[in-house]
Every structure is written in C-alpha cells, then in structure tokens.
C-alpha cells in the first residue's frame, strides 16, 4: 500500500517498491509525486496515440485519394537537408 492521499491504493509489491524506491532516491518528494508522474506519463502516451491514429487515417485517406509521394524522392529531399545541416554545423564549429 502507498501512503499518503493514495494509501487505500492497493499496489501489486512490485510496483510499490518501485514507487518506494524512487522516493528514497530523491527523485520525487512523496509517493503521490511519483503516482502523479506516472499518470501524467499514461496521459501523454494516450494523446500521443490519439494523435498517431489521426495521422494514420490522413495518410491513409490521402493513399486512397491517390496523393502519394515518391518514397526515393522523399528521402533524397531528407538526406539533402541533413546534409545542409551538417554543413552549417561544420561552419559554425
């Protein structure tokens, strides 16, 4: 069990080390800290899925529109920019 606000939590043992663990650490200041980090972490994975799913469906819709690019085109256009990029990093060294 966590103390604190969620010490009617239940936590299989192994995940209340690791909550435990992490407070003797210092990398949070309570329990709760670490629970909260943990949910804000599941939100931002599940928006993240969100938006992945909606550029999946765009890109699939426009495939089925017919607006494709040409993958070799693509690459060559990012493998340019790379390079610019490099250049102007060696230039600034």
């Known amino acids: 069990m966590v103390s604190?606000?969620?010490?009617d939590l239940p936590l299989p043992p192994?995940?209340?080390r690791f909550v435990?663990?992490?407070v003797r650490a210092g990398q949070f200041a309570s329990e709760a800290d670490v629970i909260a980090a943990g949910l804000r972490a599941l939100r931002e994975r599940e928006e993240?899925?969100?938006?992945?799913?909606r550029k999946i469906?765009?890109?699939l819709a426009q495939a089925r529109a017919?607006?494709?690019?040409?993958g070799e085109a693509v690459f060559a256009e990012?493998?340019?920019e790379l390079d610019r990029l490099d250049q102007?990093?060696?230039?600034?060294?």
């Open 57 to 59: 469906a765009e890109g």
């Open 20 to 22: 435990s663990d992490r």
């Open 4 to 7: 604190g606000p969620f010490r």
């Open 78 to 80: 990012i493998d340019g």
């Open 48 to 53: 993240n899925l969100v938006e992945l799913r």
């Open 88 to 93: 102007r990093r060696g230039a600034s060294a």
């Open 66 to 70: 017919g607006k494709l690019l040409d």
């Open 14 to 16: 192994d995940l209340e």
